[in-house]
């Protein structure tokens, strides 16, 4: 399948463009990005070619990998989706409930698949755990903490991403909240009651009733100090306690190779993936809500 990648910052050069180079059902294409000078040095490292009209590399390409802020990847989705091509985006999918429903609609319309790289359901140790928990009933607590040191530790992991300005101006709510809500939404159902409250820096705490009775916390921080980072997911029912376990450092790229993988099954079989648009938007429309509960 051709690939066409959207998107020159340290997440498309780290992770998606090493992984669509790398992948023996993949032809990268090219790509294309705000900063012509970026998209070409990405070009030449991984062997592709610069693009400086989206319209051009969408017309030589069958799917999309979108590393773009979400608010500039939904209007680009929905050009993608409407040029036929299938759809591989990051998480969120937007940031307002009008941008996420616009998306879902256009890959409905046009009949394309979709995937958002919801990053712990395609690594292997936190995928599988997944689906052991979403086996298992009777969960009757929840809880998931993402505490990072992205804007407060200049040696973090996470370093690379403090200079991205959407993730200043929208803080962990909208960066890490995504995370957690996908651990928690698939296992223990959807959220129909939310309340959300400041805490110091970017942090945030929601609490969520679930559809299946159950209860669950997300604590969400960027601003963490390092010595306090955490990175857990916890439940607690009638069969006892269960634990994400500890991810083994492997990057991102086989993570994303996966989710590339499960494009390429569902383009083939024309099956939804669980991790799909429509999962994408009621994230978004989540997040939304807890926004407007720290605004009231």
């Not at 959807?190 to 159950?214: F, K, M, N, Y």
């Not at 083994?248 to 993988?261: E, I, Q, T, Y």
Request: proline residues 6%.
């Amino acid at each position: 399948m051709r690939f066409g990648l959207f998107g020159t910052g340290p997440w498309a050069q780290r992770t998606q463009a090493p992984a669509l180079q790398a992948h023996p059902d993949v032809e990268f294409t090219g790509v294309w990005g705000r900063r012509p000078e970026a998209a070409k040095a990405i070009a030449e490292r991984f062997g592709t070619r610069a693009y400086d009209d989206v319209d051009a590399l969408l017309a030589d390409c069958d799917a999309v990998a979108i590393a773009l802020p979400p608010d500039v990847q939904a209007p680009l989705a929905v050009q993608a989706a409407q040029a036929g091509r299938h759809l591989l985006l990051d998480k969120p999918v937007a940031t307002t409930v009008e941008g996420a429903r616009a998306v879902t609609e256009a890959v409905d319309q046009a009949g394309v698949v979709s995937v958002i790289f919801f990053t712990m359901h395609f690594s292997r140790e936190s995928a599988d755990w997944l689906a052991e928990q979403r086996a298992q009933q009777g969960w009757l607590v929840g809880r998931a903490n993402w505490l990072l040191s992205v804007f407060a530790d200049s040696d973090s992991p996470y370093a690379a991403y403090a200079a991205s300005p959407w993730r200043r101006e929208k803080g962990a709510l909208w960066d890490v909240g995504p995370h957690a809500l996908s651990m928690l939404l698939p296992i223990l159902g959807d959220a129909t009651e939310i309340g959300a409250v400041r805490g110091p820096g970017d942090t945030v705490h929601l609490t969520l009733r679930h559809d299946s009775g159950a209860l669950s916390t997300c604590s969400l921080s960027c601003t963490i100090p390092p010595q306090a980072s955490e990175r857990s997911v916890q439940l607690n029912g009638h069969a006892g306690k269960a634990v994400l376990p500890e991810r083994s450092d492997l990057g991102m790229v086989p993570a994303f190779r996966r989710a590339v993988d499960e494009l390429l099954a569902a383009a083939h079989t024309g099956e939804r993936h669980p991790c799909d648009v429509h999962f994408g938007q009621r994230v978004t429309e989540i997040l939304c809500m807890a926004e407007a509960r720290l605004s009231a």
